[in-house]
């Protein structure tokens, strides 16, 4: 005769079977046949994607770091943790522990994110190699993907490099002062061919945009016609770099715009629109070659440019940054204000995206160190709080 208290544990043991079975295949009232953990984003390569939370800037402070000398955004580390390492997993009592730079990385191709372990259990629809398991009810978003996605693709280092912070840095300036037409094409060219600084140019040519801001209302000029605009950059982007590859030899040739009387309009704000924008803005610093009223006579021309480019302390970094202070790269005095006011002070950009872009500035080869460190290494660039110079180490 079978004992019914046996009976009884045996179908309560199927029955809990059965409940965790349904258990880890439903989540919210669905199948698991409808759930879908692959990645349906466009992977972003411009996502800052660093393994910790906290990464500071190389040519930082050295006595005290300042506020944007921090890049502080949500990193692989924590991501992982979040997720996996919490302390019923693997945090806890399950192996492996994500919890080191070294444990993650046994399960990681670095470059190739469809290979790496990890990254094959984050986007699997199998069940039993999903992870975390559905029936953790805890769903990576996309944005967390994409930051893992990233890392991965750009090597699994441990800290970033050079090929990390450019694309961010690109993108933060790219998108940030364009918006509103502030630094591009259209407005820079605008602006000439409406006070007749471009030959065969007029103002019928233009279109006025009206930017409205919490500090007020700027209106800026653009030159409508799209293969117009290009020609005339291009030109006058060649003609700049002509003219200051030998200023002395060019006397008598002036930079690509047509000025008969002194014209204030002259000076307006250049396009940053891509990476060959804020490389050309870098090494010719809009104030030096862009000046509103006449600073070079020679045979009877006036100029709208300085002879010496280098006679100038306004830079991309100087007008984003307000805790360090410009030198004049001609002459080594240092300003005591900040020379602009691109981030509005600080508040357009935050203290991580002013980071980003400084520790892409000092990395990058294809800006010479004359625009980093100055002539003979002895600096263009200080703290205002410590004095600190930041110099080539």
Not at 157 to 172: M, Q, S, T, V, Y
Request: glycine share 8%; proline share 6%; hydrophobic share 35%.
């Amino acid at each position: 005769m079978k004992n019914p208290v046996i009976s009884s544990i045996r179908i309560w043991m199927i029955g809990f079977a059965i409940f965790v079975s349904i258990l880890q295949c439903t989540k919210d009232g669905f199948y698991s046949s409808k759930i879908d953990r692959s990645f349906n984003a466009i992977p972003d390569t411009t996502l800052f994607s660093p393994f910790y939370d906290i990464t500071r800037v190389k040519d930082s402070d050295a006595v005290a770091a300042q506020i944007n000398d921090i890049i502080n955004v949500k990193g692989m580390q924590s991501t992982i943790k979040e997720y996996c390492g919490i302390s019923t997993c693997h945090g806890g009592p399950i192996e492996p522990k994500f919890d080191t730079y070294a444990e993650i990385t046994k399960y990681v191709t670095p470059g190739d994110p469809s290979s790496s372990k990890l990254w094959q259990r984050i986007v699997t629809n199998d069940l039993n190699e999903a992870m975390p398991p559905v029936a953790a009810t805890h769903e990576l978003t996309e944005s967390d993907k994409t930051l893992i996605f990233n890392w991965i693709k750009n090597g699994a280092k441990e800290f970033p490099d050079l090929n990390d912070f450019r694309p961010a840095a690109i993108k933060i300036i790219t998108t940030g002062c364009t918006s509103g037409n502030c630094h591009n094409i259209g407005t820079s060219t605008g602006a000439w061919a409406r006070a007749g600084l471009v030959p065969g140019m007029v103002g019928s040519d233009t279109s006025t945009f009206k930017l409205v801001r919490s500090n007020g209302t700027t209106w800026y000029c653009q030159l409508s016609n799209a293969s117009l605009r290009n020609s005339v950059w291009t030109a006058y982007t060649d003609s700049v770099r002509q003219y200051y590859s030998d200023t002395v030899g060019n006397a008598s040739y002036r930079p690509f715009k047509t000025f008969s009387t002194p014209v204030v309009k002259a000076n307006v704000r250049g396009p940053l629109s891509s990476y060959a924008d804020i490389l050309f803005d870098i090494n010719y610093p809009k104030g030096r070659r862009s000046s509103g009223s006449p600073t070079y006579t020679s045979n009877g021309k006036s100029f709208y440019v300085f002879s010496d480019p280098l006679n100038g302390n306004s830079s991309l970094i100087s007008r984003i940054d307000s805790t360090i202070l410009p030198a004049n790269v001609a002459t080594g005095v240092y300003a005591t204000t900040n020379s602009g006011d691109m981030a509005y002070s600080d508040g357009g950009l935050n203290p991580s995206e002013i980071a980003i872009i400084k520790a892409w500035y000092f990395a990058d080869p294809s800006i010479p160190d004359l625009w980093k460190y100055g002539p003979g290494n002895k600096g263009i660039y200080k703290y205002k709080r410590s004095n600190t110079i930041i110099t080539k180490h």
